[in-house]
């Protein structure tokens, strides 16, 4: 079979494993860069109609289809309708369908699972069905790259190209030095953030985007929880493929709620104003440094106020300002100056867990060969040492 054409016409044939995958992504990265480079320009008119584009556009839909069903962790696992999907023809059917038959589709409810987190706490993600994970997909890849020309200088959580040690390093550079300012930390936790996320607020920030319909159908579809269905007011299913890109809108503005200032002009354009706080963003956590315990204070005070309208706020139980000196951990590192040296390193709590982990693992291991013993214990390690830190690889 030949390969076939990405953006071909509507009856092609198409055969998964024939795709041209490279021209496929190309075509993918560069309408992505169009939307970018029109919302940068602020031209509005013209991000709509190439969004329209992207929604439209067979490479997208079949990049969607590849990373709902080869790419993504949870590809085995199943929605509400127990369906997967893993052979090639399934897969070119879902393509199919993206670009045929979804225009009358209805989401379905998100089915609840829960899995275990830090301190025998379980953590609750909304499974959505694998026709509307693919759909995320695909809409995900349109609205995206408008948001990421408006995102801040320093969110990196769930951002194309940016990581958890890009957040660390900001830290570190602004933290860093005997003669650094900034002494006290504001460390944030948001409560049950994809939980409690306003849906009037968000579609308003999506305005005019050509899926928003199609958002808030998977925003109110509902959940189904051992068996029971209960509609959705409120929040975003955690295990939604869109939900992170739908989380960083919501959140976005939270540095100008913080008071922070950019030059603008000159060398240092960029770079905070003196006396101006920092607030280093990923995702739902965030980490405000601060001169004083006072303007910590008043941090919380205006980034409290303006996340009610979000339906969001503070985890009081674990928010808090500390001094630098005394040390903080964030996203499963250790902040801490010692006698005006700023040592950032794997926090106690995270290299108890992947200890924890590891024990586990060799446990369940005993008996088995060296080769065993490696290809169970390699992604864990590796995981380990990646986005975000330590704490979140194991919980």
């Not at 339906?311 to 903080?328: P, R, S, Y």
Request: proline letters at 4%; a positive charge.
């Amino acid at each position: 079979m030949d390969t076939i054409m990405v953006n071909g016409p509507e009856g092609d044939v198409l055969g998964w494993d024939a795709v041209d995958w490279r021209r496929a992504e190309d075509d993918v990265r560069r309408l992505r860069q169009r939307i970018f480079t029109a919302s940068k320009a602020g031209d509005l008119k013209k991000v709509r109609n190439l969004q329209k584009l992207m929604l439209r556009s067979r490479a997208n839909a079949l990049v969607s289809v590849r990373r709902v069903t080869e790419v993504n962790a949870g590809r085995k696992t199943a929605g509400v309708d127990g369906r997967i999907v893993l052979g090639g023809w399934e897969k070119a059917e879902l393509v199919f369908w993206l670009q045929d038959g979804a225009t009358s589709w209805r989401p379905r409810p998100v089915k609840r699972i829960f899995i275990p987190k830090a301190g025998g706490k379980r953590r609750g993600l909304g499974i959505p069905v694998i026709a509307d994970r693919a759909l995320q997909a695909l809409t995900a890849g349109a609205l995206e790259p408008e948001w990421e020309a408006r995102f801040e200088s320093r969110s990196y959580g769930f951002r194309p190209g940016r990581s958890c040690q890009d957040a660390m390093q900001a830290v570190f550079v602004t933290a860093r030095g005997k003669t650094c300012k900034r002494l006290w930390a504001l460390d944030t936790d948001l409560a049950a953030a994809f939980d409690r996320i306003d849906h009037s607020h968000l579609l308003g920030q999506l305005g005019t985007f050509p899926a928003r319909g199609r958002i808030e159908q998977w925003l109110k579809a509902g959940v189904i929880d051992r068996g029971r269905f209960a509609p959705t007011e409120q929040g975003s299913p955690q295990g939604g493929v869109i939900s992170p890109v739908l989380m960083n809108v919501v959140l976005h503005g939270m540095e100008e709620a913080a008071g922070v200032r950019y030059i603008t002009t000159g060398s240092n354009a960029g770079t905070a104003r003196p006396g101006s706080p920092v607030l280093i963003r990923y995702a739902d956590d965030a980490l405000a440094l601060c001169h004083s315990r006072d303007q910590a204070e008043q941090v919380k005070a205006r980034l409290a106020a303006w996340l009610e309208p979000r339906g969001l706020a503070f985890n009081e139980a674990k928010t808090a300002i500390v001094c630098l000196d005394d040390g903080v951990d964030f996203l499963g590192f250790n902040v801490r100056r010692y006698r005006g040296k700023l040592l950032i390193k794997p926090s106690k709590a995270a290299i108890k867990r992947i200890k924890a982990r590891l024990t586990t693992e060799m446990r369940a291991l005993r008996g088995h060969n060296a080769r065993e013993v490696i290809i169970r214990l390699n992604p864990i390690i590796r995981g380990s040492l990646g986005v975000p830190g330590l704490s979140r690889a194991v919980a």
